[in-house]
């Protein structure tokens, strides 16, 4: 790597978050890590001991705090090498849709879609100025073929973030690579420790994305392309 790449990874105090900012740090990547409150990430940036990731908070789903955070970022940096939409939530585990009010249908959707889409187009042009990509951490279970009627809001959510991922990558397309990547089910909070893999394997393939640039309008999972 001839220069330092930025990347800014959301959600990314705990879990498959704080390990991605982890394995980018060790691939001579410049880190953003965000998180909620400010304080959670200047937690999480004293354990990774760095001097090359910097702490910011960031609600996600307030357009003013994603106004914020790309005024800053022009200013500071004036571009962007790669986004990583990672922070979500999982809102209703084993619930059947006939019962998951929709409030909690709305939530995912603005957390684990909605989100992601504002700050993408927030950040869109500081990409373009460094021809990056946007990396929407998604999930199998969004799948066509997967969309069961249990934990139905959260599988709405990520299918719904993969057709955010494909109408991004086609108006980006020559400019901003868009993705979309499975980490598989994992130990985190979120996934439980029943979970298969480890988080370090989770968020292998998502660093592995952001290395380079691999195409656009793909969803991956541990390095091979999956079925929408």
């Known amino acids: 790597m001839t220069a330092m790449k930025l990347a800014l990874v959301t959600g990314a105090n705990r879990g498959i978050g704080f390990e991605v900012c982890r394995q980018l740090l060790k691939k001579g990547f410049q880190v953003i890590l965000t998180a909620r409150t400010l304080e959670k990430a200047q937690q999480a940036v004293q354990q990774l001991g760095s ?7 960031l609600e996600v789903t307030s357009s003013e705090s994603v106004e914020q955070l790309r005024q800053w970022l022009e200013a500071t940096y004036g571009g962007l090498d790669v986004l990583i939409n990672n922070a ?10 006939l019962r998951v009010p929709v409030d909690t249908f709305r939530e995912a959707m603005n ?7 504002e700050l993408s187009q927030a950040l869109f042009p500081l ?6 990509q946007v990396i929407n951490v998604s999930s199998e279970m969004g799948a066509w073929e997967d969309l069961h009627p ?3 809001a959260y599988r709405l959510s990520k299918l719904a973030l ?6 991004l990558s086609r108006a980006g397309r020559g400019r901003v690579a868009v993705n979309s990547v499975c980490p598989g089910w994992v130990r985190t909070d979120m996934g439980g420790q029943d979970a298969p893999g480890t988080v370090e394997e989770g968020a292998e393939g998502i660093v592995w994305l952001a290395e380079q640039v691999r195409g656009t309008g793909q969803f991956y999972q541990h390095r091979q392309i999956l079925p929408w």
Not at 51 to 57: A, F, H, I
Not at 88 to 97: A, F, L
Not at 127 to 132: A, D, H, I, P, Y
Not at 162 to 167: A, R
């Open 88 to 97: 979500g939530i999982y809102p209703d585990e084993g619930q059947s849709i």
């Open 127 to 132: 990409l373009e100025n460094r021809r990056g």
């Open 162 to 167: 993969n057709g955010i991922t494909l109408m």
């Open 51 to 57: 001097e090359k990731v910097t702490p910011v908070g």
């Open 111 to 117: 957390v684990n879609a909605f989100a992601a889409l």
């Open 150 to 152: 249990s934990t139905s």
